[in-house]
Structure formats: C-alpha cells, structure tokens
C-alpha cells in the first residue's frame, strides 16, 4: 500500500483534518512530536498577526491507540481557534453575511479559480488556496518522520536566502524593509534527508523516478515556483568532470574523505570489508531516479507572498472595473514556515518509497527487510 494524504478544511472554517494512510502497525506516534512540528510551520521572522491567535495542536480521530498506529488510515484534526470570529461568514449552511470579496489578488488563485469554478465571490477560492492548508501536510509529516527515525532516517532544513540575501543581520533588515513599505519578500530554502539506503525509487518508469516524485511535492507547496536537487542549476553551467560525483572503494574503518586506488588485493573481495562511498554530492543523492545512499539534498525558491499591504492593481470580478487587490491578514516572509513545510512533504515521499521497496504490514516487518536490504547492499555492493 501506498503512503498517502488527503486534506480537507478552509483556512476560516471550523478546523482542518486530514487522512493518512500506508503506513504500517506499530509506529509509536507522540502528539507531543506532532504539535512540535506545528509549533515550527508558525515561526520565523516575518510571520503575521494570524500566528498570534492559532497555537495549532493536533487531536487523533482514527488509526492510533493507545500511542501505536494499527495500519488502518490515520485521521489527524487541528481546530482553528479563530473559528469563532468567522462562523457566520464561512457557515455550511444559511444565508451568505457580509460583503462579497471580488477583487482578485495578482499571484494567487483568486481570479483564475473564480472563473474555472463559476464563483461570484473570490473568498470561495482563497480559503481553500491558502497556505493556512499545508498545516495538515505538517501534521501528516510529522507522523511519517517518527516512522522513518525508526527506519534510521532523519530530516532537516535551512533557510539559505531571503529576498536575495543571506547572513542573520542582512535576512532581517531585508524582512524589516519590505514591511514598512507594505511589501513582502521570498527566499530560498534546503531540505536534506539523511540515511536513505541506495535503491529507493526506479529507472524503470517515469512515475516511478524518486527525483520526480520529491520534485512534484514541492513544487505543491504554495508559492513555491522552482525545485532543484542537489546542484542542479550550478551544474547546468559546468562540464561534465565537474559536475558528476566519482565513485571510490575503501575499507569500512576508513577515515572519510581520504580515496584510495582502484585494489587488487585480496582485502576488497571479502564481503563487508569494504565500502564503496563519493567524496562529493552534487546530484543531490539522485541518480537515474533512485537514491544513490548519500544524503537526499532539495532546495526549493518561494516567490514572496501575493498579499500585500500596499495593494497591486487589478480588476472587479463583479464590475469589471479597475481596482486594487484585496488586504487578507497575512505574513511578510513564511520562508521558515515553507522549510518546514518541505520537510513534511520529504517526509511522506521518503516514506511511501520505504513501504513501496520495504513493505510489511507491521513495523517490525518493515525493519526486518529493511536490516536485510542493507546487509545485503554492504556485502554484495559496499554500499
């Protein structure tokens, strides 16, 4: 089975809730861990007046008791503590109250989702839009991080550039900047998931690529316009022998980094004694749309956020008259809140390539084939 979400909820609506299913029985799921992980997606510099009413946590409906998950499909909960404030506004049913919002904001899906389905009133799109839905994917990442830290893989991420600068002092000026002048910035951000074993995806097909399948979740991320893996826009500029990583053999207590010849000797074809490594990484841990066992390294480049406190110009869906967009309570810069985010969608790609290559209905079958998997790739491999 595969590892997969589906999310439902508006960013006013009465809560969010999402469904998770794939993973194997046995994974000892914490809500503390989960609501961590929420607590990261609302900060960082730059961050609205919205993450000072929501403190998002995270309630289990289905799929988990008593701490372990039971292999059915998990659903996760987050209410939205401003729900009280808009109930009437975005109630299922009734009479619609308060005015229409029809002036559509430049970079957002406010027009083109009005026209495509046939809405009169651009907040049936932009709640549903928002980014405020990538809460669920934090949630349903979250989960599948504490099963692949049994798996023995760890995710991280950093901010490298924000508004086309780097350096803590340099990052917040340019934040600061763009919100005196009502203006908002991007930036770029890194992902890197650590200790993925060779092997995870295939060449095979196109749908079955892991490059491909990482590229797509991030580029599903909101604002986020481009995706690279590894070196991938430098090496576009290089020649070849720049850019692809070579391959060494060297023994298993060899210090890192230090190659040694092509062997002869006999010491190499004992299995287990050696290991077969690169000293460099710019493909990103891909190759031929598998992991190659280094380190999974994405970056991702989010435009800055399209609501602005100084209005763009644009047009009246009602009156098709000329005027500004609207003013959504909103963020300067969520790059921290979009690293966080990558992380999770990371998080559920590698773990649907773990249960597609590793399978079992229960962890500890899953962690059985994974052990033999990588003891076979040592010995035979040296990978």
């Known amino acids: 089975m595969a590892v997969k979400f589906l999310s439902a909820g508006e960013s006013h609506g009465s809560r969010l809730v999402c469904i998770l299913e794939g993973l194997p029985a046995g994974v000892k799921v914490s809500s503390e861990f989960v609501n961590a992980e929420l607590k990261r997606r609302q900060g960082g510099y730059g961050r609205g007046g919205r993450m000072k009413i929501e403190s998002d946590t995270v309630e289990f409906l289905s799929g988990i008791r008593f701490g372990e998950t039971l292999g059915s499909p998990i659903t996760l909960s987050v209410e939205n503590r401003d729900w009280q404030n808009w109930s009437q506004r975005m109630s299922a049913e009734g009479q619609p109250v308060g005015e229409k919002v029809t002036n559509a904001r430049p970079g957002h899906a406010d027009l083109t989702g009005a026209a495509k389905y046939n809405r009169d009133d651009v907040r049936d799109i932009l709640e549903r839009s928002s980014a405020r839905e990538t809460t669920m994917r934090v949630a349903a990442g979250a989960v599948c991080k504490i099963f692949l830290q049994a798996c023995g893989v760890e995710i991280s991420s950093k901010v490298l550039t924000v508004g086309g600068v780097s350096g803590d002092d340099e990052i917040k000026n340019r934040i600061d900047a763009a919100k005196s002048a009502g203006d908002t910035v991007g930036g770029i951000f890194e992902v890197k998931v650590s200790g993925v074993p060779a092997g995870l995806g295939s060449h095979i097909q196109w749908d079955k690529k892991l490059d491909a399948k990482f ?71 891909f190759e031929g749309g598998m992991s190659n066992g280094e380190d999974l390294i994405i970056r991702a480049a989010m435009k800055p956020i399209p609501t602005l406190m100084k209005p763009l110009r644009t047009v009246d869906i009602a009156t098709h008259q000329p005027t500004t967009a609207i003013k959504e309570r909103s963020d300067t810069c969520a790059i921290w809140a979009a690293s966080v985010v990558g992380e999770a969608m990371a998080a559920i790609v590698t773990a649907d390539a773990f249960v597609e290559k590793f399978g079992g209905d229960a962890l500890c079958d899953t962690l059985a084939n994974l052990k033999n998997y990588r003891k076979r790739l040592a010995e035979d491999f040296g990978l």
């Open 215 to 285: 590229a797509a979740a991030f580029m599903s991320i909101q604002a986020v316009k481009a995706v690279e893996l590894g070196d991938g826009f430098a090496n576009a500029q290089k020649f070849g022998s720049e850019v692809h990583d070579e391959i060494f053999v060297g023994t298993r207590n060899q210090e890192p980094g230090t190659s040694l010849p092509i062997p002869t000797g006999s010491q190499f074809l004992v299995p287990g004694s050696y290991k077969i490594f690169r000293e460099t990484n710019r493909a990103g841990g």
